[in-house]
């Protein structure tokens, strides 16, 4: 929330977590006299109903919630391919980290990255088609074999960097086998610090190696990784892969956690999600 909305909640008496998450939002009289005190604010109605879930969730220690209390179906596929890519300061994808296993049998999980360390000539135009290249023979490979095949990612970068790359035309065919498994969270679940890749799958208990992984620290360690002058880039190279290859692994882990898990997910009702 703003500054004037916690202001306002302030104002009406609401001035803790444990308060917020009490608040009633079936009293029509409080609710009116909330948006009264912010008319200008967008969508006020829905960023209140969030906040007090978010409190509720807080106050319960529950941080990951089911939207709806109905059948759950987790995508899958025979053929999973979880795939996310790393950009540089200039914007250049350096990096498509691929994982593909078979079904939900992650012993048979390889990570299959398409990197280059030195500077693009052609925008990484390139190395984007070395990797669709190999996305086309594996989900061919998978049709010819009587299989399904899925290309998880998660949000939107990696199609948005793909069509601008190679243009929509010429990768319309791969994205048909394209999951979004944001938009599968966004759908299902609230997040109570949000649906980011890293918030939901430490909820769920998977971890990175290192503690400050992350797609900016990342660029600072290529800038090291590019440096053949610098005596740690073999390290960062390194852990740039290492860091992009727990990427790829924890969307699936997220996939095989909810399966595995949904029964026992808190459900919103459970909490008593808010609703106006």
Not at 95 to 122: C, H, I
Not at 138 to 149: C, D, Y
Not at 217 to 233: G, K, P
Not at 245 to 253: G, H, L, N, Q
């Amino acid at each position: 929330l703003s500054i004037r909305e916690w202001l306002t909640l302030q104002a009406l008496g609401v001035t803790s977590t444990s308060e917020l998450a009490q608040v009633d939002l079936t009293d029509a009289e409080w609710v009116a006299a909330y948006l009264d005190r912010i008319p200008h604010q967008s969508s006020a109605e829905k960023r209140l109903s969030d906040a007090v879930t978010r409190a509720r969730m807080i106050e319960a220690d529950v941080k990951l919630a089911r939207t709806d209390a109905g059948p759950l179906e987790v995508p899958a596929a025979d053929v999973e391919i979880d795939f996310d890519i790393e950009w540089d300061t200039d914007e250049q994808v350096y990096l498509w980290g691929a994982r593909k296993r078979l079904g939900q049998d992650d012993s048979t999980a390889e990570y299959v990255p398409f990197v280059s360390w030195d500077e693009m000539n052609d925008g990484g135009v390139a190395l984007a088609e070395e990797f669709v290249s190999w996305l086309r023979s594996e989900i061919q490979a998978a049709q010819s074999a009587g299989q399904s095949i899925a290309v998880f990612h998660y949000t939107s970068p990696e199609v948005r960097y793909l069509e601008e790359l190679l243009g929509d035309e010429s990768v319309r065919d791969v994205l048909e086998f394209f999951i979004d498994l944001h938009a599968f969270m966004k759908e299902n679940f609230f997040g109570v610090e949000g649906l980011g890749l890293k918030k939901v799958a430490n909820a769920l208990g998977f971890s990175w190696s290192s503690d400050d992984a992350g797609g900016l620290q990342s660029q600072t360690w290529l800038q090291m990784a590019r440096d053949v002058a610098e005596s740690e880039h073999e390290v960062m190279r390194a852990r740039i892969l290492e860091y992009n290859e727990e990427d790829v692994k924890a969307t699936a882990v997220i996939r095989d956690r909810i399966a595995s898990q949904t029964a026992t997910l808190t459900d919103n009702n459970e909490i008593a999600t808010p609703s106006l």
